[in-house]
């Protein structure tokens, strides 16, 4: 199973973005799905995930309250909607899976190649 991001671009301040993670095959029931940033020079950092079983979502405090993660079943994609954007949430963007609810990069595996978020101040 390969996941794929897509969705990133260039917006202003203030704006927002629907990001996409598809997946080329089945997502387990007991799979959970992150979505990661990487900032130019900065480590890759968690951002939100989901659990595919229930649907249950998991932030990080920089991005709680203005993004959104959740699941389509039937399509084996999982979104991830950015409002009120900031130029400090400029990275590329990655989505990946884990079999246990964590914040960690070592525990996801099937990592894609990300899309590129630009924030415009």
């Known amino acids: 199973v390969q996941l794929q991001a897509s969705g990133g671009g260039l917006v202003q301040t203030g704006g927002s973005l629907r990001l996409s993670c598809a997946a080329s095959?089945?997502?387990?029931?007991?799979?959970?799905i992150g979505w990661f940033r990487q900032a130019p020079g900065k480590e890759r950092e968690f951002v939100a995930a989901?659990?595919?079983?229930?649907?249950?979502?998991d932030y990080s405090d920089s991005v709680k309250g203005r993004f959104t993660i959740s699941k389509d079943s039937a399509r084996n994609t999982v979104y991830l909607q950015m409002n009120s954007l900031k130029p400090e949430d400029t990275a590329i963007y990655y989505c990946?899976?884990?079999?246990?609810?964590?914040?960690?990069?070592?525990?996801?595996?099937?990592w894609g190649q990300g899309t590129l978020v630009t924030v415009s101040s």
């Open positions: 989901i659990t595919w079983s229930y649907g249950r979502t």
């Open positions: 095959g089945r997502i387990y029931s007991s799979w959970n």
């Open positions: 990946a899976r884990t079999v246990q609810r964590s914040r960690t990069v070592g525990d996801y595996t099937y």
